[in-house]
């Protein structure tokens, strides 16, 4: 050779390409293996428990293997824990990607689908760069001053990929929904260009009117990807960029924008044939090749904990405040429950329920006797952490968790024995997380004290009856799993009156259990069968009486419940949000099941995390999100029937100028009274609402249900903020603005 070889490639070792060898060690591992040989060599190392991130096309049809483009459908990482299970893998997964040409189409498609919905019609015409054609030494010459209208096997792959991607998982997140009612058809071409793809797409919508050229490019200049919120490395700061310019995007010019992560949109404008046409740029070696694996990678890692992730730091989160744009969804309720039964929730209110609604009045005429009506049933969420055989099988699955094997390790490798000032809570926070589940399933019989409360202290007549949620074991003779039951129970005298019901009874996914995870049975409980529309839900140590003389506290929440405030800001408007820690929960069956309906893959999850913790923390908090549910939709409900029927008053669905005019007026009388009023008392703050607990106690009274005088009311909706912020900064709060629930105090 007439030059040496580098130092670098000179000093390479070469090993053969076999799990057992070098790669063992690692956490995952990047195929870019040719399509011939990568089949047989990839699934060996999914065998061997190693996580694989692949660009070969051998199993992206597979159904139990996601396809995916990380700025399009994330979300799909979520069958990770079916694929886990089906080949038997304690950390072990395959993820695919996408080919080059399909990930650059699906991000605008993506952005697009998910602001109006279906697309009917897809027509696509690809003009692919030399660098994806795998072409070597003089073969490549065919491309010089010619164009080849043919890429093996392009089309189709481009076609169907599409079509998983842009679908959804099944219900038993065991497989993909494939889009159904969208049809697509792609003409691929090489042209003698280096890097970079043009595409030239061609889209219908299924929604008429379909939406104007202005509202497509606004969602594609605002469209945010879960890559970007989680702040993943590689993320470009722009997902799709539109270009004005009349002859942009060019291959020369933009395919490395966002470090070749971004796709370039531009020439949007109306179709003479479907409704809208654009042309876009993908770079093929970056966003679809290898920086897909690396970006996909850091998404995973940030997403699902299918590396090892976790945070220490066990003391109170600062609030998770992204300023981040409202994303819809439609809102559904069935006609039927999960039961067969009608829902209760489209049925017309009472009158005296209008009443209540429109004027905050009872009248006992119309009511009657309302205690009669007020019965419900009492559910508790109960595990005898002390049995042998529930450690045993607990201690099973805390080693395939990734969440435990992290805290393992890194208990493993603390050395220090005490630390001073901000690290100090760190440090310890690892062993407190490693022993927390021995003071959350030890069982001390409160159960038992916490039915005696109920017994000797509810009303009577207001439970009908009490389900008590237990976990299956398996009985260390037979071997059968069993249900755990109270050894104090007797089960002959409470037959009628308690129920045990175990969690496979409730599960949408058998394959969640067992679970150890309070938030995941929490997200199951409304499938009780049989249980009345409202219910009450206690913790085994949740007792009916007096508060304690002193008060505990407790820090193993707060992740789950900025999770869900998250989800609530992306329905309903980012903003801080009240939550009342540790008391019994009143709760609606029916609009459960609405909310899993809006909200399923959220439910899916939480339900799949066998404990606390798990997915870093992106678990659902039931209560919570119901409240704040209810809340949400009845400022909807007000403010359309406000808009509908006070402003457009000859009700033809739209504002002319005459009643645009009385609600400019409005505003400016509402602007008149308060700057007169500070003018006069520049300190006051002046706030105008009334509440559904004023003069609670002789409403209540007036219809035959009797005042203790121990029970406080908290106004938890913070009135006078905004409604529907499509873009909120929740780190400047107005003094107008309460963060902290009213107290109504009680009159004695």
């Given at each position: 050779?007439?030059?040496?070889?580098?130092?670098?490639?000179?000093?390479?070792?070469?090993?053969?390409?076999?799990?057992?060898?070098?790669?063992?060690?690692?956490?995952?591992?990047?195929?870019?293996?040719?399509?011939?040989?990568?089949?047989?060599?990839?699934?060996?190392?999914?065998?061997?428990?190693?996580?694989?991130?692949?660009?070969?096309?051998?199993?992206?049809?597979?159904?139990?293997?996601p396809?995916?483009?990380?700025?399009?459908?994330?979300?799909?990482?979520?069958?990770?824990?079916?694929?886990?299970?089906?080949?038997?893998?304690?950390?072990?997964?395959?993820?695919?990607?996408?080919?080059?040409?399909?990930?650059?189409?699906?991000?605008?498609?993506?952005?697009?689908?998910?602001?109006?919905?279906?697309?009917?019609?897809?027509?696509?015409?690809?003009?692919?760069?030399?660098?994806?054609?795998?072409?070597?030494?003089?073969?490549?010459?065919?491309?010089?001053?010619?164009?080849?209208?043919?890429?093996?096997?392009?089309?189709?792959?481009?076609?169907?990929?599409?079509?998983?991607?842009?679908?959804g998982?099944?219900?038993?997140?065991?497989?993909?929904?494939?889009?159904?009612?969208?049809?697509?058809?792609?003409?691929?071409?090489?042209?003698?260009?280096?890097?970079?793809?043009?595409?030239?797409?061609?889209?219908?919508?299924?929604?008429?009117?379909?939406?104007?050229v202005?509202?497509?490019?606004?969602?594609?200049e605002n469209?945010?990807?879960?890559?970007?919120?989680?702040?993943?490395?590689?993320?470009?700061?722009?997902?799709?960029?539109?270009?004005?310019?009349?002859?942009?995007?060019?291959?020369?010019?933009?395919?490395?924008?966002?470090?070749?992560?971004?796709?370039?949109?531009?020439?949007?404008?109306?179709?003479?044939?479907?409704?809208?046409?654009?042309?876009?740029?993908?770079?093929?070696?970056?966003?679809?090749?290898a920086?897909?694996?690396?970006?996909?990678?850091?998404?995973a890692?940030?997403?699902?904990?299918?590396?090892?992730?976790?945070?220490?730091?066990?003391?109170?989160?600062?609030?998770?405040?992204?300023?981040?744009?409202?994303?819809?969804?439609?809102?559904?309720?069935?006609?039927?429950?999960?039961?067969?039964?009608?829902?209760?929730?489209?049925?017309p209110?009472?009158?005296?329920?209008?009443?209540?609604?429109?004027?905050?009045?009872?009248?006992?005429?119309?009511?009657?006797?309302?205690?009669?009506?007020i019965?419900?049933?009492?559910?508790?969420?109960?595990?005898?952490g002390?049995?042998?055989?529930?450690?045993?099988?607990?201690?099973?699955?805390?080693?395939?968790?990734?969440?435990?094997?992290?805290?393992?390790?890194?208990?493993?490798?603390?050395?220090?024995?005490?630390?001073?000032?901000?690290?100090?809570?760190?440090?310890?926070?690892?062993?407190?997380?490693?022993?927390?589940?021995?003071?959350?399933?030890?069982?001390?019989?409160?159960?038992?004290?916490?039915?005696?409360?109920?017994?000797?202290?509810?009303?009577?007549?207001?439970?009908?009856?009490?389900?008590?949620?237990?976990?299956?074991?398996?009985?260390?003779?037979?071997?059968?799993?069993?249900?755990?039951?109270?050894?104090?129970?007797?089960?002959?005298?409470?037959?009628?009156?308690?129920?045990?019901?175990?969690?496979?009874?409730?599960?949408?996914?058998?394959?969640?259990?067992?679970?150890?995870?309070?938030?995941?049975?929490?997200?199951?409980?409304?499938?009780?069968?049989?249980?009345?529309?409202?219910?009450?839900?206690?913790?085994?140590?949740?007792?009916?009486?007096?508060?304690?003389?002193?008060?505990?506290?407790?820090?193993?929440e707060?992740?789950?419940?900025?999770?869900?405030?998250?989800?609530?800001?992306?329905?309903?408007?980012?903003?801080?949000?009240?939550?009342?820690?540790?008391?019994?929960?009143?709760?609606?069956?029916?609009?459960?099941?609405?909310?899993?309906?809006?909200?399923?893959?959220?439910?899916?999850?939480?339900?799949?995390?066998?404990?606390?913790?798990?997915?870093?923390?992106?678990?659902?908090?039931?209560s919570?999100?119901?409240?704040?549910?209810?809340?949400?939709?009845?400022?909807?409900?007000?403010?359309?029937?406000?808009?509908?029927?006070?402003?457009?008053?000859?009700?033809?669905?739209q504002?002319?100028?005459?009643e645009?005019q009385?609600?400019?007026?409005?505003?400016?009388?509402?602007?008149?009274?308060?700057?007169?009023?500070?003018?006069?008392?520049?300190?006051?703050?002046?706030?105008?609402?009334?509440?559904?607990?004023?003069?609670?106690?002789?409403?209540?009274?007036?219809?035959?249900?009797?005042?203790?005088?121990?029970?406080?009311?908290?106004l938890?909706?913070?009135?006078?903020?905004?409604?529907?912020?499509?873009y909120a900064?929740?780190?400047?709060?107005?003094?107008?603005?309460?963060?902290?629930?009213?107290?109504?105090?009680?009159?004695?």
């Amino acid at each position: 050779m007439s030059q040496p070889i580098p130092a670098n490639v000179r000093d390479m070792i070469v090993h053969t390409c076999e799990p057992v060898n070098v790669f063992k060690e690692c956490d995952v591992v990047f195929s870019g293996l040719d399509a011939d040989v990568a089949g047989e060599i990839e699934m060996a190392f999914l065998k061997a428990d190693l996580g694989l991130f692949s660009n070969a096309k051998n199993y992206r049809t597979h159904d139990d293997v996601p396809l995916i483009v990380p700025l399009a459908n994330s979300s799909h990482f979520d069958l990770l824990s079916y694929q886990r299970n089906k080949h038997q893998l304690s950390k072990g997964f395959l993820v695919t990607n996408a080919n080059c040409s399909t990930s650059g189409l699906v991000v605008p498609l993506k952005a697009l689908q998910d602001a109006f919905g279906p697309l009917s019609k897809i027509m696509v015409t690809t003009m692919q760069a030399v660098s994806g054609a795998g072409y070597p030494g003089v073969s490549s010459l065919d491309i010089m001053d010619n164009i080849v209208p043919y890429i093996g096997g392009e089309e189709g792959k481009m076609e169907w990929e599409t079509l998983k991607i842009l679908g959804g998982l099944n219900q038993d997140v065991t497989g993909f929904e494939f889009l159904k009612s969208t049809k697509i058809s792609a003409t691929c071409n090489r042209v003698p260009v280096i890097d970079g793809h043009t595409e030239c797409v061609s889209i219908e919508f299924e929604r008429r009117p379909a939406p104007a050229v202005e509202e497509v490019i606004k969602v594609l200049e605002n469209y945010r990807t879960e890559a970007q919120e989680l702040g993943c490395h590689s993320a470009p700061e722009q997902a799709i960029i539109v270009s004005r310019e009349e002859d942009r995007p060019q291959p020369r010019l933009d395919r490395e924008n966002g470090n070749g992560y971004s796709v370039t949109v531009g020439r949007v404008r109306e179709c003479g044939v479907l409704d809208i046409k654009l042309t876009l740029l993908v770079h093929n070696t970056i966003l679809g090749a290898a920086g897909s694996g690396v970006l996909l990678a850091e998404l995973a890692q940030k997403k699902v904990n299918v590396i090892l992730y976790l945070s220490f730091n066990t003391s109170e989160p600062e609030i998770v405040e992204p300023a981040a744009p409202v994303q819809r969804r439609a809102i559904l309720v069935s006609k039927r429950l999960r039961d067969g039964r009608e829902n209760p929730l489209r049925t017309p209110p009472l009158s005296w329920m209008r009443d209540w609604i429109q004027y905050q009045k009872l009248d006992p005429q119309e009511v009657g006797d309302l205690k009669k009506d007020i019965v419900m049933d009492l559910v508790y969420t109960w595990v005898n952490g002390s049995e042998p055989e529930l450690e045993e099988m607990k201690e099973h699955y805390k080693e395939l968790s990734p969440l435990y094997q992290a805290l393992k390790e890194l208990s493993e490798d603390s050395t220090q024995p005490d630390v001073a000032g901000p690290e100090r809570g760190r440090v310890r926070g690892r062993d407190k997380n490693v022993d927390q589940t021995l003071n959350r399933f030890r069982d001390m019989n409160e159960l038992k004290y916490s039915l005696r409360s109920v017994a000797q202290y509810a009303a009577s007549g207001v439970f009908r009856k009490i389900y008590i949620l237990t976990t299956e074991v398996a009985d260390k003779n037979s071997g059968k799993k069993r249900g755990q039951v109270p050894q104090w129970l007797d089960l002959e005298r409470s037959r009628g009156v308690i129920e045990l019901v175990p969690h496979r009874e409730v599960y949408d996914d058998e394959d969640h259990l067992p679970t150890f995870n309070s938030l995941s049975i929490e997200s199951q409980m409304h499938h009780i069968p049989g249980m009345t529309d409202i219910f009450a839900y206690l913790n085994d140590d949740f007792f009916i009486g007096k508060a304690p003389l002193e008060k505990t506290t407790s820090v193993g929440e707060w992740n789950s419940l900025q999770y869900t405030n998250s989800i609530l800001s992306k329905q309903f408007g980012a903003r801080h949000r009240v939550y009342i820690s540790h008391i019994h929960h009143i709760l609606s069956m029916p609009i459960m099941e609405e909310i899993q309906t809006l909200w399923p893959e959220e439910f899916a999850n939480t339900s799949s995390h066998r404990f606390r913790g798990e997915g870093k923390g992106h678990e659902i908090q039931v209560s919570f999100l119901l409240a704040h549910y209810v809340m949400e939709r009845l400022r909807e409900t007000q403010l359309t029937s406000w808009w509908r029927y006070r402003l457009d008053r000859n009700q033809d669905g739209q504002l002319d100028w005459e009643e645009r005019q009385e609600l400019i007026r409005m505003v400016d009388h509402y602007n008149q009274d308060r700057d007169e009023n500070r003018k006069a008392r520049p300190n006051l703050i002046i706030k105008r609402f009334t509440s559904f607990l004023e003069v609670h106690e002789e409403r209540l009274q007036s219809v035959g249900i009797p005042w203790t005088n121990e029970t406080r009311y908290f106004l938890t909706g913070m009135d006078e903020y905004p409604f529907m912020l499509a873009y909120a900064d929740l780190k400047k709060s107005s003094r107008h603005q309460h963060i902290k629930p009213y107290l109504i105090p009680q009159r004695r």
